[in-house]
């Protein structure tokens, strides 16, 4: 999506009255019913992750509503329905952790984030910084390599080796001793994510623990 684009989606998202996108009910995005019908992910194994990330939290099943809101939120660059779908991650993250430092929305690539209008793991990272009252940085990490989609990555060594040395830190960037929540919409295999940790771990962070919006299958397109 380019910047017209997102400009006069914003316009539309200001001007129409908002809907849950999943029964319609008025005055939300995305309602307190549907995230508490919506199934939740089942415990998340990272056997094709690697041991970068520390713990992993993901509270929905990528399918119906919730499959439904990052649809909207990513491809028809909804990104007021964000905060709606952060109540559920912030939920999960505070009965998983006790303390953490910071909160790293996972990077696009500048190509990526200029076609697609903004970057919708830090849209997400916002509302969940303010729930838990820690501060959001998305100036720790880049990403280095456009890369292929994961869309298109077939299987989980191909999206290991498709995110492997794609991200590292900013210049200048101090994570020594910092406990990062490592955050992103989506996890399938954590190879994006862990990809990331990979980095934040090298620069000297002390924990990585990731939080997405709903976990995916291999097979679904999560992208
Ligand atoms: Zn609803």
Same mark, same amino acid.
């Given at each position: 999506?380019?910047?017209?684009?997102?400009?006069w989606?914003?316009?539309?998202?200001?001007l129409?009255?908002?809907?849950?996108?999943?029964?319609?009910?008025?005055?939300?995005?995305?309602?307190?019913?549907c995230?508490?019908?919506?199934?939740?992910?089942?415990?998340?194994?990272?056997?094709?992750?690697?041991?970068?990330?520390?713990?992993?939290?993901?509270?929905?099943?990528?399918?119906?509503?919730?499959?439904?809101?990052?649809?909207?939120? #990513?491809?028809?660059?909804?990104?007021?329905? *964000?905060?709606?779908?952060?109540?559920?991650?912030?939920? *999960?993250?505070?009965?998983?952790?006790?303390?953490?430092?910071?909160?790293?929305?996972?990077?696009?690539?500048?190509?990526?984030?200029?076609q697609?209008?903004?970057?919708?793991?830090?849209?997400?990272?916002?509302?969940?910084?303010?729930?838990?009252?820690?501060?959001?940085?998305?100036?720790?990490?880049?990403?280095?390599?456009?890369?292929?989609?994961?869309?298109?990555?077939?299987? *989980?060594?191909?999206?290991?080796?498709?995110?492997?040395?794609?991200?590292?830190?900013?210049?200048?960037?101090?994570?020594?001793?910092?406990?990062?929540?490592?955050?992103?919409?989506?996890?399938?295999?954590?190879?994006?994510?862990?990809?990331?940790?990979?980095a934040? #771990?090298?620069?000297?962070?002390?924990?990585?623990?990731?939080?997405?919006?709903?976990?995916?299958?291999?097979?679904?397109?999560?992208?």
């Amino acid at each position: 999506m380019g910047i017209l684009t997102a400009v006069w989606h914003h316009a539309i998202e200001i001007l129409l009255p908002s809907r849950c996108v999943g029964c319609g009910t008025g005055g939300t995005y995305l309602c307190d019913g549907c995230i508490g019908r919506a199934p939740r992910a089942a415990a998340v194994g990272l056997d094709a992750a690697g041991d970068a990330l520390d713990a992993v939290t993901a509270p929905l099943a990528f399918e119906g509503t919730a499959r439904t809101a990052v649809h909207r939120l #990513k491809y028809s660059g909804l990104r007021a329905i *964000a905060p709606a779908m952060a109540r559920p991650m912030a939920e *999960a993250l505070s009965s998983a952790i006790t303390s953490a430092d910071v909160v790293v929305p996972v990077p696009l690539h500048a190509s990526r984030e200029r076609q697609r209008g903004f970057n919708q793991a830090l849209a997400l990272a916002r509302p969940v910084a303010e729930a838990v009252v820690l501060p959001v940085r998305d100036d720790l990490l880049r990403r280095l390599v456009a890369g292929t989609p994961q869309v298109d990555a077939r299987s *989980a060594d191909e999206r290991r080796e498709n995110v492997a040395g794609a991200f590292g830190l900013a210049p200048g960037a101090g994570v020594a001793g910092l406990r990062i929540i490592l955050v992103d919409d989506v996890l399938t295999t954590g190879s994006t994510l862990a990809a990331a940790a990979s980095a934040l #771990k090298r620069g000297g962070a002390r924990s990585v623990h990731a939080l997405a919006f709903a976990r995916g299958q291999l097979s679904q397109d999560v992208d």
